[in-house]
């Protein structure tokens, strides 16, 4: 019977890694010391490896006991630094395969594989994307925790829907203006200025931004599917940008210097408002979100509960769960905070992190 799918757990990973790389324990056993993360010239990243060593790739073939009709392989964490000795070119039928968390300088040797529609590249030392020209079919494509500087070489890449570019060193969104499938964009936790060159992902839903430099909500406007947008610990102080995305859904703001809420009047869709850890001292503005079931505002300056009441109580009907901790209305009345707030919004099932007791 043929094998469709190869998962290598924590203790099948570790019994064949010993026995393909029996020479590595003597190697270890001289003890080196870690040094700092770095990029050579040749673009590979080394993170706690002195001088630049690279270790070895398992010697022998550890996967020629696998089914060549498998049709996914995770090899997760097995310290795999050359993807061109384990042939998978034999693996004809390939469509997903996860390399997560390995020594990988390089992406090479995966031409063969033109079946492939998921690869997995997390946690890894390139910082050049290539070797991709082949994998027209990918239609989820992960380049996170690596050290990439520049997006490229991705323009024919044009099946892609899912696209995450999550903690590398990105300073400009470039090159994505074929990508037109493209549905859910990560680019969390990089080095990201402007929000820019995104006009041609028509078909865009998801939008990650958190944890960049980006200091304005701007060039969003053709973005008119889109229904989640995450941009929290940013540099925003003001709400704006948004009167064209009718079809947003959930919107994530928190960890920014914003000052007043404001900006939603084209955005009657919202179920769930991220506001928290800024610095708002009014709740205003929100009243004709009639589909809200999620309001986030902790650590602000709110200390009225009498604004929670006006806005919500009466024009948010699914309004399910507020957080409103760390707040004056929530520091000054300790005990008596989750029962004004109950009473004031009698729909709501949850405060904070509790539930609310019937």
């Known amino acids: 019977m043929s094998q469709k799918r190869v998962q290598l757990d924590a203790d099948e990973q570790n019994r064949l890694f010993q026995e393909a790389k029996t020479s590595r324990g003597e190697d270890e056993a ?12 040749d673009g590979v990243v080394h993170r706690g490896i002195p001088h ?60 063969a594989l033109t079946s492939l529609v998921d690869l997995d590249l997390y946690d890894n030392r390139f910082s050049k994307i290539e070797g991709l020209e082949n994998l027209t079919g990918l ?17 024919h890449l044009v099946n892609l829907t899912d696209l995450y570019f999550v903690s590398n060193k ?20 990089n080095r990201i200025r ?14 990650w931004l958190g944890k960049n430099k980006i200091t304005k909500l701007e060039n969003l406007s053709k973005l008119k599917k889109l229904k989640i947008l995450s941009i929290q610990s940013n540099r925003l102080t003001v709400i704006e940008g948004l009167e064209d995305l009718e079809n947003l859904e959930e ?37 004709h979100l009639k589909n809200l079931e999620e309001l986030w505002a902790s650590n602000n300056m709110l200390d009225s509960f009498e604004d929670f009441e006006a806005e919500l109580k009466d024009n ?7 957080y409103a901790e760390g707040n004056p209305l929530q520091t000054n009345n300790y005990t008596t905070y989750r029962l004004k707030m109950k009473i004031m919004l009698p729909q709501i099932k949850q405060i904070d992190a509790q539930p609310v007791r019937s």
Do not use: M, W
């Open 251 to 287: 919107i994530y703001l928190s960890h920014n210097g914003i000052s007043r809420i404001e900006g939603l009047e084209r955005n009657a869709k919202l179920t769930t408002f991220d506001i928290s850890n800024n610095k708002i001292s009014k709740l205003e503005n929100l009243g």
């Open 139 to 155: 239609r989820s494509l992960d380049l996170s925790f690596n050290g990439i500087r520049h997006i490229k070489n991705v323009a």
């Open 52 to 111: 630049g060593d690279e270790p070895q790739s398992p010697d022998g073939d550890f996967l020629a006991d696998f089914d060549e009709n498998t049709e996914e392989l995770e090899l997760t964490h097995l310290r795999i630094d050359d993807i061109p000795s384990l042939h998978l070119e034999r693996f004809k039928n390939l469509q997903r395969l996860s390399f997560r968390q390995n020594l990988i300088p390089k992406i090479r040797g995966l031409e």
């Open 316 to 322: 948010c009907p699914d309004l399910a769960t507020v």
């Open 30 to 41: 001289q003890g080196h010391d870690s040094g700092d993360e770095s990029v050579d010239e």
């Open 170 to 189: 990105i300073t400009v969104i470039e090159n994505l203006s074929t990508l037109v499938n493209i549905t859910n964009l990560e680019l969390g936790s």
């Open 194 to 207: 402007v929000i820019e060159n995104l006009d041609c992902l028509v078909n865009l839903e998801q939008l």
